[in-house]
Protein backbone atom coordinates (compact mmCIF):
# COMPACT_ATOMS: atom_id res chain seq x y z
CA UNK A 1 0.00 0.00 0.00
CA UNK A 2 1.50 3.45 -1.13
CA UNK A 3 0.99 6.48 1.00
CA UNK A 4 -1.72 8.19 -1.23
CA UNK A 5 -3.79 4.89 -1.24
CA UNK A 6 -3.80 5.18 2.85
CA UNK A 7 -4.45 8.96 2.48
CA UNK A 8 -7.69 8.01 0.80
CA UNK A 9 -8.65 5.90 3.31
CA UNK A 10 -8.58 8.25 5.86
CA UNK A 11 -9.71 11.14 4.03
CA UNK A 12 -13.18 12.94 5.04
CA UNK A 13 -13.18 10.64 8.13
CA UNK A 14 -14.58 12.49 11.54
CA UNK A 15 -12.25 13.34 14.34
CA UNK A 16 -11.59 10.80 17.00
CA UNK A 17 -12.40 8.17 14.79
CA UNK A 18 -8.97 7.80 13.14
CA UNK A 19 -6.67 5.89 12.97
CA UNK A 20 -8.75 2.44 13.65
CA UNK A 21 -6.55 -0.31 14.40
CA UNK A 22 -6.61 -1.89 11.30
CA UNK A 23 -5.58 1.40 9.56
CA UNK A 24 -2.42 1.49 11.81
CA UNK A 25 -1.88 -2.61 11.34
CA UNK A 26 -1.50 -1.40 7.53
CA UNK A 27 0.43 1.47 8.08
CA UNK A 28 2.94 -0.50 10.12
CA UNK A 29 3.14 -3.38 7.32
CA UNK A 30 4.12 -0.72 4.59
CA UNK A 31 6.40 0.90 6.36
CA UNK A 32 4.09 4.48 6.86
CA UNK A 33 3.87 6.85 9.33
CA UNK A 34 0.00 8.66 9.62
CA UNK A 35 0.22 12.12 11.24
CA UNK A 36 -2.85 13.75 12.98
CA UNK A 37 -3.59 16.50 15.46
CA UNK A 38 -5.25 15.91 18.67
CA UNK A 39 -7.07 18.03 21.13
CA UNK A 40 -5.52 22.00 21.22
CA UNK A 41 -2.08 20.68 21.94
CA UNK A 42 -0.89 17.57 20.16
CA UNK A 43 0.97 16.03 17.41
CA UNK A 44 0.26 11.97 17.14
CA UNK A 45 2.29 9.34 15.09
CA UNK A 46 0.67 6.26 13.94
CA UNK A 47 2.02 3.38 12.53
CA UNK A 48 5.67 2.32 11.86
CA UNK A 49 6.66 4.89 14.72
CA UNK A 50 3.89 5.32 17.52
CA UNK A 51 4.68 8.90 19.36
CA UNK A 52 2.91 11.51 20.77
CA UNK A 53 4.50 15.56 20.83
CA UNK A 54 3.49 18.36 22.69
CA UNK A 55 3.08 21.22 19.93
CA UNK A 56 0.64 23.76 21.84
CA UNK A 57 0.26 27.18 19.49
CA UNK A 58 2.39 24.89 17.18
CA UNK A 59 6.15 24.79 16.03
CA UNK A 60 8.44 22.14 15.20
CA UNK A 61 8.23 18.97 15.65
CA UNK A 62 11.73 16.61 16.30
CA UNK A 63 11.73 12.91 16.04
CA UNK A 64 14.90 11.25 16.18
CA UNK A 65 14.02 8.67 13.50
CA UNK A 66 12.96 10.84 11.12
CA UNK A 67 15.83 13.03 9.22
CA UNK A 68 13.88 16.15 8.86
CA UNK A 69 11.15 18.11 11.16
CA UNK A 70 7.42 18.87 10.87
CA UNK A 71 5.99 22.10 10.96
CA UNK A 72 2.32 21.82 13.03
CA UNK A 73 0.68 24.48 12.36
CA UNK A 74 -2.45 25.81 14.56
CA UNK A 75 -5.33 27.14 13.06
CA UNK A 76 -6.45 30.49 14.56
CA UNK A 77 -8.59 31.92 11.68
CA UNK A 78 -12.24 31.07 11.05
CA UNK A 79 -11.89 28.72 8.02
CA UNK A 80 -8.68 27.51 8.73
CA UNK A 81 -7.99 23.64 10.27
CA UNK A 82 -7.31 23.44 13.57
CA UNK A 83 -4.13 21.96 12.62
CA UNK A 84 -2.04 21.43 9.43
CA UNK A 85 1.31 20.48 8.75
CA UNK A 86 4.57 21.49 6.65
CA UNK A 87 8.02 19.15 5.93
CA UNK A 88 10.14 18.47 3.11
CA UNK A 89 9.26 14.57 3.17
CA UNK A 90 7.54 13.17 0.69
CA UNK A 91 4.02 12.90 2.27
CA UNK A 92 0.56 12.63 1.14
CA UNK A 93 -2.42 14.49 2.34
CA UNK A 94 -5.67 13.64 4.09
CA UNK A 95 -8.87 15.52 5.52
CA UNK A 96 -10.15 15.10 8.78
CA UNK A 97 -13.23 16.76 10.04
CA UNK A 98 -15.22 18.13 13.50
CA UNK A 99 -18.84 17.65 12.16
CA UNK A 100 -19.30 19.72 9.01
CA UNK A 101 -16.17 22.15 9.76
CA UNK A 102 -12.35 20.78 8.53
CA UNK A 103 -10.32 19.69 11.65
CA UNK A 104 -7.00 18.56 10.50
CA UNK A 105 -4.78 18.11 7.54
CA UNK A 106 -3.16 15.28 8.35
CA UNK A 107 -0.48 13.42 6.18
CA UNK A 108 1.03 10.20 5.64
CA UNK A 109 4.51 9.86 5.41
CA UNK A 110 6.70 6.20 3.38
CA UNK A 111 9.55 5.95 5.44
CA UNK A 112 10.97 3.70 2.35
CA UNK A 113 10.70 7.19 0.16
CA UNK A 114 12.64 8.86 3.19
CA UNK A 115 15.01 6.59 3.61
CA UNK A 116 15.70 6.81 -0.55
CA UNK A 117 15.71 10.68 -0.34
CA UNK A 118 17.46 11.29 2.87
CA UNK A 119 20.50 8.71 1.01
CA UNK A 120 20.65 11.03 -2.09
CA UNK A 121 21.91 13.43 -0.01
CA UNK A 122 25.74 14.67 0.39
CA UNK A 123 27.95 12.55 2.86
CA UNK A 124 31.08 14.52 3.79
CA UNK A 125 33.03 11.59 3.62
CA UNK A 126 32.49 10.44 0.06
CA UNK A 127 30.56 12.89 -1.81
CA UNK A 128 32.51 13.82 -4.64
CA UNK A 129 35.42 12.12 -3.81
CA UNK A 130 36.55 10.87 -7.44
CA UNK A 131 39.76 12.73 -8.17
CA UNK A 132 40.14 12.23 -12.11
CA UNK A 133 38.27 12.26 -14.85
CA UNK A 134 38.00 8.16 -14.95
CA UNK A 135 36.62 8.10 -11.95
CA UNK A 136 39.79 6.29 -10.53
CA UNK A 137 41.82 7.39 -7.20
CA UNK A 138 45.51 8.30 -8.17
CA UNK A 139 48.51 8.37 -6.13
CA UNK A 140 48.20 12.10 -6.57
CA UNK A 141 46.46 11.75 -3.06
CA UNK A 142 48.36 12.10 -0.19
CA UNK A 143 48.85 9.08 2.06
CA UNK A 144 47.67 8.49 5.77
CA UNK A 145 47.66 5.72 8.45
CA UNK A 146 47.04 4.61 11.29
CA UNK A 147 47.71 1.57 13.79
CA UNK A 148 43.97 0.44 15.15
CA UNK A 149 43.43 -2.70 17.55
CA UNK A 150 45.84 -4.70 19.98
CA UNK A 151 47.78 -7.60 18.28
CA UNK A 152 51.07 -9.83 19.15
CA UNK A 153 54.33 -8.26 18.97
CA UNK A 154 55.62 -8.41 15.42
CA UNK A 155 52.04 -7.78 13.93
CA UNK A 156 50.08 -4.96 13.55
CA UNK A 157 46.32 -3.32 11.77
CA UNK A 158 46.30 -0.33 9.89
CA UNK A 159 43.67 1.92 8.57
CA UNK A 160 44.93 3.12 5.49
CA UNK A 161 44.21 5.59 2.39
CA UNK A 162 46.13 7.45 -0.26
CA UNK A 163 49.33 6.45 -2.39
CA UNK A 164 47.04 5.20 -5.31
CA UNK A 165 44.61 2.80 -2.97
CA UNK A 166 41.30 3.48 -1.57
CA UNK A 167 40.73 3.37 1.88
CA UNK A 168 42.03 -0.17 2.99
CA UNK A 169 42.76 -1.88 6.71
CA UNK A 170 45.93 -3.64 6.66
CA UNK A 171 47.26 -6.02 8.00
CA UNK A 172 51.60 -6.53 8.40
CA UNK A 173 54.01 -7.92 9.99
CA UNK A 174 57.64 -7.27 11.11
CA UNK A 175 60.46 -8.94 8.70
CA UNK A 176 63.02 -8.59 11.32
CA UNK A 177 65.27 -9.78 7.90
CA UNK A 178 64.86 -6.84 6.21
CA UNK A 179 63.79 -4.79 8.94
CA UNK A 180 60.54 -3.15 7.87
CA UNK A 181 56.93 -4.26 7.69
CA UNK A 182 55.11 -6.49 5.30
CA UNK A 183 52.13 -6.50 4.06
CA UNK A 184 50.15 -10.11 5.00
CA UNK A 185 46.82 -8.85 3.70
CA UNK A 186 44.27 -6.56 3.41
CA UNK A 187 40.35 -5.63 3.42
CA UNK A 188 38.86 -2.95 1.32
CA UNK A 189 35.27 -1.49 3.00
CA UNK A 190 32.11 -2.09 0.19
CA UNK A 191 30.12 0.78 1.90
CA UNK A 192 31.37 4.50 3.20
CA UNK A 193 32.05 4.50 6.77
CA UNK A 194 30.08 7.65 7.39
CA UNK A 195 26.75 7.08 5.47
CA UNK A 196 27.11 3.54 4.53
CA UNK A 197 26.36 4.00 0.54
CA UNK A 198 27.85 1.39 -1.91
CA UNK A 199 31.13 2.85 -2.46
CA UNK A 200 31.19 2.59 -6.83
CA UNK A 201 34.81 3.12 -6.98
CA UNK A 202 36.06 -0.19 -5.83
CA UNK A 203 33.81 -2.30 -8.52
Given at each position: ???????????????????TRKEVSLAKENNLIIVYGASDDLCEFAGTIEDEFDCYDGGEIECEDLPSTIEAIWGEKDGEPSWSYKTDMPHAEFNIYDGDE????GMVIDLNEVEKTNMKQSCHM????????????TDDNDFS???IGDFYDGYRAMLSAGYGKPVRIEFEGWNKDVERWVPLG???PKFCPNCGRSLMEYE
Open positions: MTKEELATILNGKQYGTIPLYCICFNARVDPDGELSCAHYY
